[in-house]
């Protein structure tokens, strides 16, 4: 059995919540340049965040995959973009709907050599410039601490580029319940939040705000079909 089927295995028929169910979540491309990304032929939301912020986690606990995005210890390990395409079926109509969820790399780690992040930055700019079929990004950062400038700097981008962001607060498991409504706060100040767009608390260990994620793609996703 490859990696892949056993990814189809674990995926099959898992319910994140009343509107899909997923059927198949698995990798399909890595790319450094255009010509290296797969056709333009389905909705691509974006998955963007510092290095070890836990975009891959969120990813992992979206398609219920375990490892479908390498989780790593070590920051700066995702250095290409990364594709998995997902089956969604709709229990309303029991259509199935294909998507991509791209893995983009992390960025704010000061030991990647200065070349390397010139080239992730290039890398970066090209696709969220350029990407006819993206919907949305989710801009992750760390629910416990006040976003850094990079953190800034992206999400004035996509505002720049009209792109809509789905800010997604990880570890909320690690603060106390006083801790939640001051550290929102803090993080939409700090951003200087659009309200059009989406914020969502979110714990990869205790699985929580998986349905608030999806429930805002399906949204974005069909707002700009």
């Known amino acids: 059995m490859t990696q892949t089927d056993i990814q189809d295995n674990n995926a099959n028929k898992i319910k994140v919540q009343d509107k899909i169910n997923i059927i198949r979540a698995k990798y399909i491309a890595s790319a450094v340049k255009k010509a290296q990304y797969p056709e333009e032929r389905l909705k691509e939301i974006a998955f963007i965040g510092r290095s070890n912020v836990g975009k891959s986690s969120l990813i992992n606990s979206l398609t219920r995959v375990h490892n479908l995005a390498r989780v790593s210890g070590q920051p700066g390990k995702t250095q290409t973009i990364n594709f998995y395409e997902l089956t969604a ?23 990647v ?14 696709y969220l410039r350029n990407r006819k ?29 009209g792109i809509p962001v789905i800010v997604v607060a990880t570890k909320e498991d690690k603060l106390k319940r006083n801790e939640l409504v001051k ?3 803090l993080i939409k100040e700090t951003l200087d939040f659009d309200p059009s767009d989406h914020f969502v608390r979110f714990s990869s ?3 929580k705000g998986v349905r608030e994620v999806w429930d805002c793609i399906l949204e974005l996703c069909e707002e700009r079909s």
């Open 89 to 111: 079926r709709f229990n309303e109509t029991g259509e199935d709907k294909l998507f991509h969820l791209v893995d983009l790399p992390g960025y704010g780690y000061a030991k």
């Open 113 to 126: 050599p200065k070349k390397m992040l010139e080239q992730f930055s290039e890398m970066i700019d090209n």
């Open 133 to 161: 079929n993206l919907k949305a990004m989710i801009l992750i950062v760390d629910y416990r601490h006040k976003p850094k400038d990079d953190d800034v700097t992206m999400y004035d981008y996509a505002k720049h580029f």
């Open 183 to 185: 550290n929102e706060k």
């Open 205 to 207: 260990l205790k699985k």
